[in-house]
Each structure stands twice: as C-alpha cells, then as structure tokens.
T-cell receptor
Framework: DVKVTQSSRYLVKRTGEKVFLECVQD?????MFWYRQDPGLGLRLIYF???????EKGDIPEGYSVSREKKERFSLILESASTNQTSMYLC??????????????FGDGTRLSIL | SQQGEEDPQALSIQEGENATMNCSYK?????LQWYRQNSGRGLVHLIL?????REKHSGRLRVTLDTSKKSSSLLITASRAADTASYFC???????????FGKGTRLSVIA
C-alpha cells in the first residue's frame, strides 16, 4: 500500500533553532509537497518538488527551505524557528507527469511547537 | 491563494442521514478533487472529477460538478459515525500547478 512517512508525529523546539522535518515516500513518486495547516486557514503550500534536486516555492515559503537529494525523501527546514511557525506540517507525494492531474498521498503530519 | 471554498464550515447530522457539502471556486479548472481528514491525521483522497464530467460515484459518495457555476458538491449517503471528519475540496487552477485546497467542512455524525 502507498505510504508517506513523516519522521515525527510531535516535535517541540525552541525559538532560533534550526529544525528539520523529514518525509519519505515508498511509491517512487516524482512529486512531493510540504504544507502547513492552521485552524481557519486550511492547507497552505510551502514548497514543492517535481524531481530530485528541484524545488519550487509555494504560497508561503518565507522562513523555510527544502532539500531533495533523493527521489524518496523531501526535507523541510526551518532555518531559525519562530513561534509563528507552530503548526501542523503535512507532507504529500503524487505520481509524475502533470502534477495537477494526480491525487496526492499524505503523511500523518508533524505537530510542531516552537517555544 | 485560496481557490476552493467549502460550505458549510461545519455540519452536524444524525447517523443514517445524508450529508451534503459544497465547494465553490473562482477560475477554470482541469479537475476537482475531494479529500477527507480524520482528526490529527493526514488527508486521504476520496474522488477526482474532471472538468468534462458532471457526476461521479464511489460507494456511498456522489460528487457533482457544475463548471458553469464553478461549483461542486459531495454527497455522503446513509452517513455513519465513522464518517466524522473534515472534508476538503482541491482544485487545479491551470496548467502544471499544484492543487489548491479549500478550508474544509467539518462533518459530525452523531450515533
């Protein structure tokens, strides 16, 4: 069965720390995505990638960066964590081709708290 | 960039009743997708309807699409307590761009 695995379900970090959120998919998907989900705001796209070593900014990339060195792994990096980055972070993947046509498969999310 | 907007924001019904959720969007689309999210979990894809389709079924789910009104509806028939979740529509605004999700409808099915 399709599986997207996020490294942590819950994470607590301090302001100013560099934070790494890891996501691995086992479906050989070309496309991977990072979202954050906040009450009343829905899902907002942070970054996405259509291929290894490729990345594109989403709607809210400020304060974040990403890394995709291998096809199956997409990492989200908070360069210097701030309290307004406390949120639920969701990773997703989808097959290649026209990304817009394909349903996305999601991990269970990482609930990140920045103190 | 919010494309889809679900209505209502929250819905509470009795087990066995039907639940209808609506989604409106602003620009032309290639397809529209519905997802479900149980509390504290990731989203699960339910159904995809293409712009040239008007209706699609999957088990107890029925999705309609009206491109002239830029709207879609998700009907869950004979609802169960296990259907309690948030439901999101997601649209593809144009070309090779990622999905854009709405804010969701929170459905509560009371046993």
């Amino acid at each position: 069965d399709v599986k997207v695995t996020q490294s942590s379900r819950y994470l607590v970090k301090r302001t100013g720390e560099k934070v790494f959120l890891e996501c691995v998919q086992d479906m050989d998907h070309e496309n991977m995505f990072w979202y954050r989900q906040d009450p009343g705001l829905g899902l907002r796209l942070i970054y996405f990638s259509y291929d290894v070593k490729m990345k594109e900014k989403g709607d809210i990339p400020e304060g974040y960066s990403v890394s995709r060195e291998k096809k199956e792994r997409f990492s989200l990096i908070l360069e210097s964590a701030s309290t307004n980055q406390t949120s639920m972070y969701l990773c997703a993947s989808s097959p290649g081709g026209a990304a817009s046509y394909q349903p996305q498969h999601f991990g269970d999310g990482t609930r990140l708290s920045i103190l | 960039s919010q494309q889809g907007e679900e209505d209502p924001q929250a819905l509470s019904i009795q087990e066995g009743e039907n639940a209808t959720m609506n989604c409106s969007y602003k620009t032309s689309i290639n397809n529209l997708q519905w997802y479900r999210q149980n509390s504290g979990r990731g989203l699960v894809h339910l159904i995809l309807i293409r712009s040239n389709e008007r209706e699609k079924h999957s088990g107890r789910l029925r999705v309609t699409l009206d491109t002239s009104k830029k709207s879609s509806s998700l009907l869950i028939t004979a609802s169960r307590a296990a259907d309690t979740a948030s439901y999101f529509c997601a649209t593809v605004p144009s070309g090779n761009t990622p999905l854009v999700f709405g804010k969701g409808t929170r459905l509560s099915v009371i046993a």
